[in-house]
């Protein structure tokens, strides 16, 4: 590596080095207790997943630049050079972390390892070396921004075939789904895939919200890549777009990561307050509910339910009761997962990876505590908030033969409502 790339990665430690960073640089006692809270440690044994060791690794190249001893003295203070080895270390143990922040919760000095892993993924980035599918996804995002018209006949023929199928399960023929309503209430911002949209549009007309969808999805593959920059612009397309139709809310579907973004990442992004109130769309659907909204019915969903915290909702995000209170609402056979909330396992799903098929070998081995989870409790119904989420637990329900019904959380909502579309489907 010569001098000019040397400069380059250790500078992008140079600009992000705050008191925080260098707070969890210097602090880790080696206690090793995160190793027992790292879902990929206790389901692979593999120590490159160990959460101490992640961070390890960027502890290594500041203590080579960034100390004195670690400059004159590299060996005895284990100091390192940002070489090709460590580089690659560095790529398997950033790209392959989910986020999930179960290792903070339990560390004595709360060290944010996911955190410190952003800083590898800028390393890496800068190098050259950033995740090829993950920067494509993203690529692809900022692009449709950028030819918003290219995509608009197709999304608009979407959305009327969406229509069509709120009027049947509502009954209401003049049901909609609005676009480019302004002066609406909310923005609902989905995720690509009819299967976001349907559920919360008979919800938001049965609660005569008034609301418009959003033309762009709610998914951020810059904030996996970690490229705060393209995860900026990728946001900003909806907010510029909750501007100009002046809004009062913006509602993200049942994406973790998407509501982190937009409530807690870009206002510090852009530099600039958010003009609008950010919700989940369960914190909505809980509010209906409670205000007597919308009716559900707790007959109509059979079997022992249960509920997954997902990571960024949950433990990153708040948001333990309403999901909670809104299951409770359409049944009876409630059970929780146990540990849950803020001690929930990740299911290994998270951060992107189940995009990169390179750590699938490593993605199903660290499900193993979500799966001795689900199995301890006894349910068939599964009522998971979160598109990553849904997709490992499916592939864990297949492989490990745990007969799980796999819902999302608006799905049993709509599913329990007294409407003429379930009745004539259930005939």
Same mark, same amino acid.
């Given at each position: 590596m010569?001098?000019?790339?040397?400069? *380059?990665?250790?500078?992008?430690?140079?600009k992000?080095?705050?008191r925080?960073?260098?707070?969890?640089m210097?602090?880790c006692?080696?206690?090793?207790?995160?190793?027992?809270?790292?879902?990929?440690?206790?389901g692979t044994?593999?120590?490159? %997943?160990?959460?101490?060791?992640?961070?390890?690794?960027?502890?290594?190249? %500041?203590?080579?630049?960034? *100390?004195?001893?670690g400059?004159?003295?590299p060996?005895?203070?284990e100091a390192?050079?940002?070489?090709?080895?460590?580089?690659?270390e560095l !790529?398997?143990?950033?790209?392959?972390?989910?986020?999930?922040?179960?290792?903070? %919760?339990?560390?004595? /000095?709360s060290?944010?390892t996911?955190?410190i892993?952003?800083?590898?993924?800028?390393?890496?980035i800068?190098?050259?070396m950033?995740?090829e599918?993950?920067?494509?996804?993203?690529?692809? +995002?900022i692009?449709?921004?950028d030819?918003?018209?290219? /995509?608009h006949?197709?999304?608009?023929?979407?959305?009327?075939d969406?229509?069509?199928?709120?009027?049947?399960?509502?009954?209401?023929?003049? +049901?909609?789904?609005?676009?480019n309503?302004?002066?609406?209430?909310?923005?609902?911002v989905?995720?690509?895939?009819?299967?976001?949209?349907?559920?919360?549009?008979?919800?938001?007309e049965?609660?005569? #919200?008034?609301?418009?969808i959003?033309?762009?999805?709610?998914a951020?593959?810059?904030?996996?890549y970690?490229?705060a920059?393209?995860?900026?612009l990728?946001?900003?397309? !909806?907010?510029?777009?909750?501007?100009?139709?002046?809004?009062?809310?913006i509602?993200?579907?049942?994406?973790?990561?998407?509501?982190r973004?937009?409530? %807690?990442?870009?206002?510090?992004?852009?530099? #600039?307050p958010m003009?609008f109130?950010?919700?989940?769309?369960l914190?909505?659907?809980?509010?209906?509910?409670?205000?007597?909204?919308?009716?559900?019915?707790?007959?109509r969903?059979?079997?022992?339910?249960?509920?997954?915290?997902?990571?960024?909702?949950?433990?990153?995000?708040?948001l333990?009761?309403q999901?909670?209170?809104?299951?409770?609402?359409?049944?009876?056979?409630?059970?929780d997962?146990?540990?849950?909330? #803020?001690?929930?396992?990740?299911?290994?799903g998270?951060?992107?990876?189940?995009?990169?098929?390179e750590?699938?070998k490593?993605?199903?081995?660290?499900?193993i505590k979500?799966?001795?989870?689900?199995k301890?409790s006894?349910?068939?119904v599964l009522a998971?908030?979160?598109?990553?989420?849904?997709?490992?637990?499916?592939?864990?329900?297949?492989?490990?033969?745990?007969?799980?019904?796999?819902?999302?959380?608006?799905?049993?909502?709509?599913?329990a409502?007294p409407?003429?579309?379930?009745?004539?489907?259930?005939?």
């Amino acid at each position: 590596m010569d001098s000019q790339q040397l400069t *380059t990665l250790t500078g992008v430690i140079d600009k992000k080095m705050n008191r925080q960073l260098k707070q969890y640089m210097d602090i880790c006692a080696r206690c090793a207790i995160c190793k027992d809270a790292c879902h990929q440690y206790v389901g692979t044994g593999d120590f490159k %997943y160990l959460p101490a060791r992640r961070a390890e690794l960027i502890r290594q190249i %500041y203590k080579k630049y960034f *100390t004195k001893a670690g400059e004159f003295v590299p060996a005895l203070y284990e100091a390192r050079d940002p070489d090709e080895n460590l580089l690659e270390e560095l !790529y398997d143990s950033a790209y392959a972390c989910t986020g999930c922040r179960r290792c903070m %919760y339990y560390c004595p /000095f709360s060290i944010d390892t996911a955190w410190i892993l952003s800083v590898a993924k800028a390393i890496l980035i800068a190098a050259g070396m950033g995740n090829e599918m993950l920067g494509q996804l993203a690529d692809a +995002a900022i692009f449709k921004g950028d030819n918003a018209e290219m /995509f608009h006949d197709v999304m608009i023929s979407g959305f009327e075939d969406i229509q069509e199928e709120v009027r049947q399960i509502t009954g209401n023929p003049q +049901a909609e789904v609005p676009v480019n309503k302004q002066g609406a209430d909310i923005l609902y911002v989905a995720l690509a895939g009819a299967h976001s949209i349907r559920p919360a549009a008979v919800i938001f007309e049965e609660a005569g #919200e008034s609301w418009t969808i959003s033309m762009f999805e709610a998914a951020n593959y810059g904030f996996f890549y970690g490229d705060a920059e393209k995860a900026r612009l990728i946001t900003k397309r !909806y907010i510029d777009e909750a501007v100009r139709l002046g809004v009062k809310e913006i509602v993200v579907p049942e994406c973790g990561h998407a509501y982190r973004v937009a409530e %807690y990442f870009y206002e510090a992004w852009s530099k #600039e307050p958010m003009p609008f109130k950010v919700s989940h769309i369960l914190e909505k659907v809980d509010e209906y509910i409670k205000a007597g909204r919308i009716t559900v019915d707790k007959g109509r969903i059979e079997g022992k339910v249960t509920y997954h915290d997902p990571c960024q909702i949950g433990r990153n995000g708040g948001l333990f009761e309403q999901p909670r209170d809104i299951v409770k609402a359409v049944t009876d056979d409630f059970v929780d997962l146990a540990p849950n909330r #803020e001690k929930q396992w990740c299911c290994g799903g998270g951060g992107g990876i189940v995009a990169m098929e390179e750590f699938k070998k490593t993605r199903l081995a660290s499900g193993i505590k979500k799966v001795e989870q689900l199995k301890a409790s006894g349910a068939s119904v599964l009522a998971c908030p979160c598109e990553n989420c849904r997709l490992q637990i499916e592939e864990l329900n297949e492989i490990h033969e745990l007969g799980l019904e796999i819902w999302q959380v608006i799905d049993l909502v709509v599913a329990a409502m007294p409407l003429p579309g379930n009745e004539s489907a259930s005939e």
